[in-house]
C-alpha cells in the first residue's frame, strides 16, 4: 500500500522513484536511467436524473433527459510510462525527465478510433544541490496540486466528465474532484525553485506563461504560483497561492486574477482525516481561468468583470490493521459566482460525494470499487438541480 502511494504521488508530480521503478540502468557516464509507471482501467455506468433542469456557466452534470452510458476507460490518475535519468557533475545534481500518459479510451461512442490519446504531460529538467532544486520544463502547476495528490479518486473515478460536458473527460481521463472540490492544476510551462526537500518545510515559488481570461487576452507579465508544504509526525499542513494580470488588447483595461488554496491532512496506517479547499477571484472552475472571467457586454470593466469562485473536500480514510482493504468516503463541492459586471446575483455549485474500497491485492496491483453521485445546482428558483449517479470498478498496476 505504501509503496503503492508514494509511486502514485511520484508519477503524479513528475518525481518518479528509483528505488520502486521496475528498471534501473547505470550508464558509463555515471547517470542512471529509470523506467517506471502505472496502466489502470475502469468499467463505469452513469445514470441520470430526469427531472434537472439546471443551464448555468460551470455545470457539470447535463439536465434531464441525457441518456445513461457505460464506459471502459481510464480513472482520474492517467496511465503513465515515466522516463528519467539523473546524474551528479561536481555539487549540482542533474536531472531530465519525460511522462508519457496515454489512455486506453476513446471518445463516448467511437468505435473505430484507431488507437487512444497520448499526452505528453511532462517534459522538464531539474538542477538542484543543498540550496534546492530549480524545475524548468513542462510539470503540473504548483497552485492546489495538493488538493488533488491528496483526494481518494486520485486512486479511481469521481465525476466522469460525461458525454454531455463536451470537452471534459470524454476523451481523457475522469474528473475525480475537478470542479468538485478544487480547480485542476494543469500541467503547464514553468520555472519553479523549491527549497531544499528531506526538511519539515518546504516552499516552492515558479513562474508560468499567464492564460486568457474571457476578454482579456493580453499576456505581458508571467504567472506566480506559490506553494508551502509542512509535515510532522502524522500532520501534512499547506498553503499556495496565484496571481496574474492581463490585459484587453482593444481598450488596455487590465483585469488581476488571484487566489489561494491549502488544506491538513492527519492521521498514520489505520486512518486519516483530510480537509482542503480554495478561494478566487477570476481563476475559474474546473480548469484554472476556464470561465473565470464573464463573455458578454464586458472587457472595460478590469476585476469587476471576474467571477469569484470557491471549494472545498472533507474525506475519511480507514485502513483496518493487518488489512489490505482501505475504505473512504468524501464529500466536496465548486462554486462559480456571477461577476460585479453580470450583477453579481447567479451562482453554480456543483457537488461530488463520493465512497470508494481500495483492495491492495498484490504488491503492485489495486483494486477499486467506488460509488459517485453528483449534481449541478444554482440559486433560480423553479430550477431542478442536474444529478448523477456513476459505479465504477477497476485495477490498476504499478510497476
Not at 486520485?154 to 460525461?162: D, E, N, P, Q
Not at 526537500?197 to 508571467?222: C, D, H, M
Not at 468524501?330 to 453579481?344: H, I
Amino acid at each position: 500500500m505504501k509503496r503503492v502511494a508514494l509511486l502514485c504521488m511520484g508519477l503524479a508530480l513528475g518525481a518518479a522513484n528509483a528505488a520502486e521503478a521496475q528498471l534501473t540502468m547505470q550508464m558509463s557516464n555515471g547517470w542512471t536511467f529509470t523506467f517506471a509507471g502505472n496502466v489502470n482501467a475502469f468499467l463505469t455506468y452513469e445514470t441520470f436524473g430526469d427531472d434537472g433542469n439546471t443551464v448555468t456557466p460551470g455545470g457539470l452534470i447535463p439536465g434531464g433527459g441525457a441518456q445513461a452510458e457505460t464506459r471502459i476507460r481510464t480513472g482520474l490518475l492517467p496511465a503513465f510510462a515515466v522516463f528519467d535519468a539523473k546524474g551528479k557533475e561536481g555539487e549540482t545534481d542533474l536531472g531530465v525527465h519525460f511522462g508519457f500518459a496515454p489512455q486506453i479510451n476513446c471518445a463516448t461512442g467511437t468505435h473505430d478510433c484507431f488507437g487512444a490519446q497520448i499526452d505528453m504531460r511532462q517534459v522538464y529538467l531539474t538542477v538542484g544541490g543543498g540550496w534546492g532544486q530549480i524545475l524548468a520544463g513542462r510539470e503540473l502547476g504548483l497552485f492546489g496540486r495538493q488538493n488533488i495528490l491528496t483526494d481518494q479518486t486520485l486512486f479511481g473515478v469521481g465525476a466522469t466528465g460525461s458525454a454531455g460536458t463536451p470537452g471534459l473527460g470524454g476523451v481523457g481521463t475522469t474528473l475525480g474532484r475537478i470542479g468538485f472540490g478544487y480547480d485542476y492544476p494543469q500541467f503547464k510551462a514553468q520555472m519553479t525553485y523549491s527549497t531544499a526537500a528531506g526538511r519539515p518545510f518546504q516552499l516552492s515559488i515558479g513562474l508560468f506563461e499567464s492564460a486568457v481570461n474571457g476578454p482579456y487576452t493580453k499576456t505581458e507579465l508571467p504567472r506566480l504560483e506559490a506553494e508551502g508544504v509542512y509535515t510532522t509526525g502524522q500532520t501534512k499542513l499547506w498553503l499556495g497561492g496565484i496571481a496574474q494580470s492581463t490585459k484587453n488588447p482593444l481598450n488596455d483595461e487590465s483585469a488581476s486574477a488571484y487566489g489561494a488554496s491549502g488544506g491538513v491532512r492527519f492521521g498514520g496506517a489505520v486512518f486519516s482525516l483530510t480537509g482542503s479547499g480554495y478561494y478566487g477571484k477570476g481563476i475559474g472552475t474546473t480548469l484554472l481561468f476556464n470561465l473565470g472571467s464573464c463573455t458578454t457586454g464586458c472587457g472595460a470593466s478590469g476585476s469587476d468583470d471576474l467571477r469569484n469562485s470557491y471549494g472545498y473536500i472533507g474525506q475519511l480514510t480507514f485502513t483496518p490493521s493487518n488489512s489490505k482493504v482501505t475504505l473512504a468516503a468524501s464529500w466536496g463541492s465548486s462554486f462559480l459566482e456571477a461577476s460585479d459586471t453580470e450583477g453579481g446575483d447567479g451562482k453554480t455549485e456543483n457537488t461530488l460525494v463520493s465512497g470508494g474500497v481500495y483492495y491492495q491485492a498484490t504488491k503492485s496491483l489495486k483494486v477499486v470499487g467506488e460509488a459517485n453521485y453528483a449534481w449541478t445546482d444554482d440559486d433560480v428558483d423553479g430550477n431542478e438541480k442536474n444529478t448523477s449517479f456513476a459505479p465504477a470498478l477497476g485495477f490498476m498496476l504499478f510497476f
